[in-house]
Structure formats: C-alpha cells, structure tokens
C-alpha cells in the first residue's frame, strides 16, 4: 500500500525535476547547435549535428575570466575561513559579552541588497585604490560569505561535547591550541559547508564584479559572458557554451560535496 502512495509521489518528483532541469539541457543542445541551425523552426529537440565550435569560441576567449575567477573564489573561501572559523568557535564556546548582539549584527548583514553594498563599496574602494583589483573582489565577496560562515560555524561547534574541550586543556592545550588541533580537525562538515558556498558566491557574483572590477584586466567569468553576450550576440552556440563551460565547477563542486553540505547545514539541530 506504502509503494502504491510512493510512486504518483516519485512521478511528480521526476516531472518537476525535469521541467527544472530543461532550461540546464536546452543550454547544452543550443551549445552544441551549428549557427547555420539555430533559427530553424520548430528547433532541434537534439542536436542532429553537433558542433564544437561554440567551446572552442569558448577555450580561445575566456579562459582568463575562468582562471580570474578560479582565483576570486579561492581567495574568498580563504579569507572565509581565516575570519569565520575563530568567530564561530569563539561565539558557540567562548561566550564573550556581546556574542548575542553580535549574532543579530550578522544576521541583518546578510539582509542588506547587495547592489547597497556594492555602490558603498565603490566610495570606499575608490579612496583606497582597490578598484578593478582581484583583491577588492575577495573583500566584497567575503562580506557576503563570512556572516554566513559565522552562523554555520556558531551553530556546528555548539553541538560539540564540552567534554572534548576539557580533555585538551587538562593536555595543557590552550585556547588556540584547542581550536586549531581539536575543534577544527572535527569541524570538517562545517568546513566543507561555509567553503563550498563561500566558492558558488564568489563564482556567481556579477553586482560586485560589475561595480568595482567593471573596467579591469582580470575580469571574472561573470563579466567574460556578460560582455561576449556584447560582442557575439548572434553567436548563440558560443554563447550558451560559456554559459556551460561556467556551471561546470560549480556543479562539480555540488556533487562532490552534497553529503557534507547536508550535513554541515543541519548543524546545531542534534547533539551527539
């Protein structure tokens, strides 16, 4: 009786599933659509003759955007972590005064539109000379990624048993020592969490990379299609192939990391 209920229930996962997916297929079959073909009506469900023109476009075009944003994202997840890591920790087990105020702060930080924060940035940035930098992108970016990580970190790491701090510092580890050699090593769930989001964010980021690295030489992906959208618009399979060639790592990423998101992100719900 319960396989009976399930399966008009797996049916209307399937067909929602697919109806969200086909825009990710339809980018892929224009992609791979010859130029001489794509304004046939009605369209090549399948591309019947596929071409590669499109990601060769792609190889020969940006490939520096994809390494520039390759780099953004690293450096963010970097400098996410530097800054979260402690902050979480000394919040969920430290307990300093303020810490509940200062929760509420991240919170409405991560409430604030990002084009607000973005045309702030500007005034800031332009007095420091940090316009059109890569370095100026980590720094924004991570005003997104690390109060996100502050809360993931705060919630796993109260999870923790007290017990297992305790047994560091009768091993005469202090607080530091404590942190980098106990908390952290069994804090990979979170770790993985804060990383893989802090990447996606910096990736996909087009307001801060429009605003304060519009004219630069080390553009992100973002602005790579943006402009070849400009330059190519007829050049649909060129165009759609960019778009591909960018979901990849972020896609990749997700697979990879999808057990330990779920687990990262639940954090905090029940204690061991």
């Not at 929760?103 to 005034?123: E, H, K, N």
């Not at 705060?154 to 908390?183: K, Q």
């Not at 618009?233 to 998101?261: C, F, K």
């Amino acid at each position: 009786m319960t396989a009976r209920r399930s399966r008009p229930r797996t049916v209307i996962g399937l067909l929602l599933t697919a109806v969200m997916l086909f825009p990710v297929y339809w980018m892929v079959n224009v992609s791979l659509t010859p130029q001489r073909d794509m304004r046939k009506s009605p369209p090549d469900l399948l591309p019947l003759h596929p071409t590669f023109e499109g990601y060769r476009a792609v190889l020969d075009d940006q490939l520096p955007y994809l390494g520039t944003s390759l780099l953004i994202g690293l450096g963010t997840v970097a400098l996410t972590l530097v800054l979260a890591a402690p902050a979480g920790f000394a919040l969920a087990k430290l307990r300093p005064p303020g810490g509940g105020v200062l929760g509420l702060a991240l919170l409405i930080a991560q409430m604030i539109p990002g084009i607000v924060m973005a045309m702030g940035f500007y005034g800031v940035f332009l007095d420091l000379g940090l316009l059109n930098s890569w370095w100026g992108l980590i720094i924004a970016d991570s005003t997104i990624a690390v109060p996100f990580g502050v809360m993931i970190f705060t919630a796993f790491m109260s999870g923790l048993p007290g017990e297992l701090l305790a047994a560091a510092r009768v091993d005469g580890a202090g607080t530091w020592r404590t942190f980098r050699s106990v908390v952290l090593p069994v804090s990979r769930n979170a770790v993985v969490t804060v990383s893989l989001f802090s990447f996606l964010w910096a990736w996909s980021d087009f307001v801060f990379a429009s605003t304060l690295d519009g004219g630069g030489e080390m553009r992100p992906i973002t602005l790579g299609i943006y402009q070849y959208i400009g330059n190519n618009n007829q050049e649909w399979n060129a165009i759609m192939a960019t778009a591909v060639v960018a979901s990849v790592p972020a896609a990749v990423l997700l697979v990879l990391a999808q057990r330990y998101v779920a687990a990262g992100v639940t954090a905090g719900a029940v204690k061991d």
